[in-house]
């Protein structure tokens, strides 16, 4: 077979459809505040109706990441959902002028595109994470899902009633969603300290706030140890007040993985609170992390595919599939994967380089790839002599 081709022809192939499930993608909210700084707001409200979604089990909630790619593309509702695997999409915009807010949102059903409810929230900003609450919750009604009491007084939960301190939790969120290394660590710290001290009971800026001092130490930027101390006694005063709570086990399962890189006994505390979290790309990331480091292959590869279902347009979880799939010796379907990833991110260089990587560790055939990564000779070859 002609390398040359064979490398390309999976360039424009179109990703094999998938399964349809009941499951929801939420498309990013828009911002239609006059004031331009208050977009940050918007994408705030949409990153905590993710996160309440994201706990119930019955539906498969598309990751933020993916949703914001998908949002770049302008394509149709049923296209979404037929791409996404998801039987339903949920539109929403955010106006927020002084202490007013207005949340406006309507959920569709993919396959038909109907409108099957629609709803505008018009609150004062202290009540803000009660919309947020309000419109899990419709949305668990609408699609007839069955919560449990402990299910529904967790989507009902409030994490803070102060304004200001909310506004900087939100920021920091936002900080958080673009990859900047410690530079954004020390951005989300600036920004969670003061909503920290402003309110001592937020439960989920402190646990944001120890991880953001974690990973500071985890990326080598923490030459005095100062941010792991700061981590550390964060977490102690989660456990002493909250000792219970999900967000603990997961506050003290990032102290375990990003300064002690005890991965087992971080593995312990964020597989505590799975059944819990089970749309949570964050922690399924952080349970794929610790398996892949502990060796534990299958289950690696499990969790990998779920990561993947539910972050279908990240070339990052393409790419810890396939480690998944080298480190169990699946190299057809390694192949198989990649070319889909590549169909997908053809101008990504990791995926271009997996894609080459993937044919040359299971053909042994150098040539056919050389194109894709031309830079690799010298490594693909000192990797077979």
Do not use: C
């Not at 081709?5 to 360039?11: E, K």
């Not at 790309?281 to 952080?286: A, F, H, Q, V, Y």
């Amino acid at each position: 077979t002609d390398g040359k081709a064979s490398a390309t022809a999976t360039a424009t192939d179109e990703p094999a459809a998938i399964p349809i499930v009941r499951g929801i993608a939420v498309l990013p909210f828009a911002t239609l505040s006059p004031d331009p700084d208050n977009a940050f707001f918007a994408g705030g409200v949409y990153e905590e109706v993710l996160t309440k979604l994201s706990r119930i089990g019955e539906l498969r909630v598309i990751s933020r990441t993916s949703m914001e790619q998908i949002a770049k593309q302008d394509l149709q509702v049923g296209t979404i959902g037929q791409r996404l695997g998801v039987s339903h999409v949920l539109e929403g915009s955010v106006r927020k002028a002084g202490d007013q807010i207005r949340v406006t949102v309507q959920l569709i059903e993919a396959a038909s595109d109907n409108h099957i409810w629609a709803e505008n929230y018009d609150r004062k900003l202290d009540d803000v994470s009660a919309i947020q609450s309000e419109i899990a919750l419709a949305i668990a009604d609408q699609l007839k899902l069955s919560l449990s009491p402990e299910l529904q007084a967790n989507l009902s939960e409030r994490p803070t009633q102060n304004q200001a301190a909310y506004a900087l939790y939100l920021r920091a969120l936002e900080e958080r969603g673009t990859w900047r290394g410690s530079d954004g660590f020390k951005a989300m710290i600036d920004l969670l300290e003061p909503a920290v001290a402003t309110d001592p009971d937020f439960l989920q800026a402190q646990v944001l706030l120890a991880d953001a001092y974690g990973r500071m130490n985890w990326t080598n930027s923490d030459p005095d140890g100062s941010y792991a101390h700061k981590a550390r006694q964060a977490v102690a005063q989660i456990l002493e007040r909250w000792p219970d709570h999900p967000q603990s086990r997961i506050a003290q399962g990032q102290l375990r993985y990003n300064l002690d890189r005890d991965y087992a006994g971080a593995l312990t505390h964020f597989e505590a609170v799975r059944a819990q979290l089970p749309n949570d790309i964050e922690l399924l990331r952080s349970i794929a992390s610790s398996l892949k480091w502990l060796g534990r292959n299958e289950a690696f590869l499990e969790v990998a595919r779920r990561v993947v279902e539910l972050d279908p347009e990240s070339a990052l979880s393409f790419s810890e599939l396939l480690l998944a799939l080298w480190a169990n010796q699946r190299l057809d379907e390694a192949v198989t994967t990649a070319e889909r990833s590549y169909a997908r991110f053809p101008q990504d260089q990791l995926t271009r380089r997996n894609l080459a990587w993937a044919k040359v560790e299971r053909d042994g055939d150098i040539e056919a790839v050389l194109q894709l990564t031309p830079d690799s000779r010298e490594a693909m070859m000192a990797h077979f002599v």
